[in-house]
């Protein structure tokens, strides 16, 4: 039960580090409580995976993921996550900024977060589409293939 208790933390752990940067609505804290619910919750310490399935909400007070499933992959030797891969009705919601997507992963070599399966970004009435976004954290930037933008000039009445 100490293993469990010790990989479902450390998947906390790492979902407050990571994927508060999408929104960038947690940038500069150290600790956050974070609560996963979900219909079912699998480890499988063989394959060195942790599978959360069934309405999936991973919730800060900032950051609030939802999915259909969400598989951790982590690293026998070091419990170091590998990969995060949220699929089915992914949405990231954080303030005013959402983001949806069929699937979301995070591979903790790459640094990245990648959104596939119509992905859109909706800030306000402004909207960002396309095939495939991709969030590069170190640099903090952004590369969306066959983007589509739609800005909103918000104007003040004379």
Known sequence: MSRLFFIFNFLLLTLIICFPAIGSALEGVEK??????????????RKST??????????TDEVTIYSDRMT?????A????????????????SKEKAIF????????DEENIIFSGNPKVIEGDNVITGTR????????????EDSRVILQNKQGKK
Not at 78 to 93: D, L, Q, W
Not at 133 to 144: A, E, H, N, Q, W
Request: proline share 0%.
């Open 50 to 59: 942790a599978v959360f399935e069934g309405s999936v909400v991973a919730k």
């Open 72 to 76: 951790v992959s982590y690293s026998d």
């Open 32 to 45: 956050k409580t974070i609560t996963i619910t979900s219909e079912t919750f699998t480890t499988d310490n």
């Open 133 to 144: 976004i991709t969030y590069f954290l170190k640099d903090d930037r952004v590369v969306v």
């Open 78 to 93: 070091e419990k170091n996550v590998k990969e995060i891969r949220a699929t089915g009705n992914v949405k990231v919601h």
């Open 101 to 108: 997507s069929k699937e979301a992963s995070y591979i903790t």
